[in-house]
């Protein structure tokens, strides 16, 4: 599996911080709800049966996943907040650990020393 996807232009890698725009219907009227989350795996080989799974905290601490279908037509949209230095295929081991631990993980950058 690849650790990198193209969605509409637009390239996610896996330990990005997305933002994706859901449609809801509720009885007659239609509404977006956002998504905020790391991108922690893509499954899938061709785009009619590509999955992606993104977690997310809540305020109380509780990891939230979804997996959502890329072929799915209730995507309204798909933003990347954040790009990440992560190099691996999947990031299960974000599952447990804190805020701090997690961005000193997936969001630094990559120093040369100097001699």
Do not use: C
């Amino acid at each position: 599996m690849a650790n990198s996807m193209i969605y509409k232009d637009k390239k996610f890698k896996v330990g990005d911080t997305l933002s994706i725009h859901y449609k809801i219907k509720e009885g007659d009227k239609e509404r977006i709800q956002v998504f905020k989350g790391i991108l922690i795996k893509i499954k899938g080989d061709s785009i009619a049966n590509r999955m992606i799974t993104v977690r997310k905290l809540t305020k109380t601490g509780i990891g939230v996943e979804r997996i959502i279908p890329l072929s799915s037509p209730y995507i309204a949209e798909m933003l990347s907040l954040k790009k990440s230095s992560y190099q691996k295929a999947k990031a299960y081991f974000i599952r447990n650990l804190s805020d701090q631990e997690l961005r000193n993980k997936l969001y630094r950058t990559k120093t040369i020393a100097k001699k």
